[in-house]
């Protein structure tokens, strides 16, 4: 059975830092894509960045470029995501989530294939 689980939220000041790990059991990342993602109340679910195992090419979406940072792990089953800057706008549930292996994907929520539980960020002005 597949799990991914994401720690690290958490409350804090705006201008501050988290730093999100997502843990998978029962797959690795290896040759597959990893993304985060998250949703605010009333919002849709929206990307935030993703990873690609096997080259370490990323994507952002803009409104997070130039303050998070998605990168892997120490091993291959764990991947971070290093937020600063933060800003009240960024307040949100945060989701991992790992595309199919060997099947490469980008922004789309649809494509991931297993989906980690959340954790909430808060970020109080």
């Known amino acids: 059975q597949v799990q991914l689980v994401e720690s690290g939220g958490g409350l804090v000041q705006a201008g501050g830092s988290l730093r999100l790990s997502c843990a998978a059991s029962g797959r690795t990342f290896s040759s597959s894509t990893v993304g985060w993602f998250r949703q605010s109340p009333g919002k849709e679910r929206e990307f935030v960045a993703s990873?690609?195992?096997?080259?370490?090419?990323?994507i952002y979406a803009d409104s997070v470029k130039g303050r998070f940072t998605i990168g892997r792990g120490n091993a291959d089953n764990t991947v971070f995501l290093q937020m600063d800057i933060l800003r009240p706008e960024d307040t949100a549930v945060y989701y991992c989530?790992?595309?199919?292996?060997?099947?490469?994907?980008?922004?789309?929520?649809?494509?991931?294939?297993?989906w980690g539980q959340g954790t909430q960020v808060t970020v109080s002005s």
């Open positions: 990873i690609v195992w096997s080259d370490d090419s990323t």
């Open positions: 989530a790992a595309g199919a292996t060997g099947v490469r994907v980008g922004i789309r929520s649809r494509d991931y294939v297993d």
